[in-house]
């Protein structure tokens, strides 16, 4: 994909925003879409701060950042997608609202148009059902992670009917915005959510067999481990209410190994989210 090609982002939240960003920093043109205007211009008015924020890491060249912004475009209607190369779907996680977006973007788009949904969740294969015949070798996930600005891992995951080009495509484009790709099979979780939720519930687990402490166990992911952040404290930024969802879809799927345990239930009965609520496993401060 060439750098002035236009992309086309659906939803500016958490994600979607970011994403549109990403792409913008790499030079493409970005239609960013809502449900309303006046989102699509609250999603990319939260860019100003996460742009001061790269400028200080020496992301990005305080004197570059209008034109990255300018090159986004809030829509609130897909006709501008009549030109994407590229559109990437970051709408809430619900499969009807998803099959809806993609089954109206597939009127509007050119025919080589690669379709990508960001979902965390819903196997690609099904969404990838909303397209015709036609799109259907077009139709990827890419799985991006938060803050999207940040982080460098994309999961790209193929459907079952996805092309082999698209794949290839799909890869290069990540690593045309500063990503690094990895390719990953349509299972519930991918590779990521596998890997953190079973290290989360086993941490769960020592937390209940008093084996050690929170932060004894945060102090054991950052200084034994190498990691960044230590494991509760992530949980706390993630949201404790979204971690049971997704240990209960990996329940699902993969049976006793990823059963949430007790404890982080009672956390969320009590409302203890994390960060959005003041308290998780750790209290912040009121925003
Ligand atoms: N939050 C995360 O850490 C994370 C990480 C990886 C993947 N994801 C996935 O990314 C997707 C988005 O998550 P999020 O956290 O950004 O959600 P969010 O709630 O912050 O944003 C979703 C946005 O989609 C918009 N939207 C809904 N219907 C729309 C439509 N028809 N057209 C345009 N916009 C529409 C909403 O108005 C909202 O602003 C989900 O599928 C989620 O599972 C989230």
Redesign the pocket.
Same mark, same amino acid.
């Given at each position: 994909m060439q750098a002035d090609q236009t992309v086309g982002v &659906?939803? #500016? %939240?958490?994600? %979607?925003?970011e994403i549109a960003l990403c792409f913008a920093m790499a030079g493409h043109r970005v239609l960013l879409? +809502?449900?309303?205007l006046e $989102? #699509?211009e609250? %999603?990319k008015g939260r860019l100003d701060n996460v742009l001061e924020r790269l400028t200080k890491k020496n992301r990005v060249d305080a004197g570059d950042k209008l034109q990255i912004l300018d090159r986004i475009i809030p829509v609130?209607k897909y006709d501008p997608f009549s030109d994407a190369a590229l559109v990437v +779907? #970051?709408? /809430? +996680?619900?499969e009807q609202?998803?099959k809806?977006?993609f089954h109206e973007l597939d009127t509007v788009c050119p025919p080589l148009c690669i379709f990508a949904?960001?979902? *965390? *969740?819903?196997p690609i294969t099904v969404l990838a059902s909303a397209v015709g015949q036609a799109r259907i070798g077009r139709f990827i996930g890419t799985? /991006? /992670? *938060?803050p &999207?600005s940040l982080m460098e891992l994309v999961e790209v995951i193929p459907g079952l009917d996805t092309d082999e080009e698209t794949i290839e495509e799909v890869m290069a484009v990540c690593r045309q915005i500063g990503k690094t790709p990895i390719r990953v099979k349509d299972v519930t979780g991918f590779a990521v959510n596998r890997l953190l939720h079973a290290m989360w519930i086993e941490a769960n687990r020592l937390l209940e067999e008093g084996v050690a402490s929170v932060e004894d166990i945060d102090i054991a992911c950052r200084l034994g481990l190498g990691h960044p952040i230590g494991a509760y404290a992530l949980m706390d930024l993630?949201g404790n209410d $979204?971690n049971l969802q997704v240990q209960q879809i990996l329940y699902d799927a993969y049976g006793e190994r990823f059963r949430p345990r007790p404890v982080l239930k009672q956390m969320v009965n009590a409302r203890h989210l994390g960060r959005k609520t003041g308290r998780g496993w750790f209290r912040y401060k009121p925003f």
């Open positions: &659906v939803g #500016a %939240g958490m994600m %979607g925003a879409k +809502e449900t309303c $989102l #699509a609250k %999603g609130d +779907e #970051a709408v /809430f +996680e619900d609202v998803k809806r977006i949904t960001n979902t *965390s *969740s819903i799985h /991006f /992670f *938060s &999207v993630t $979204l």
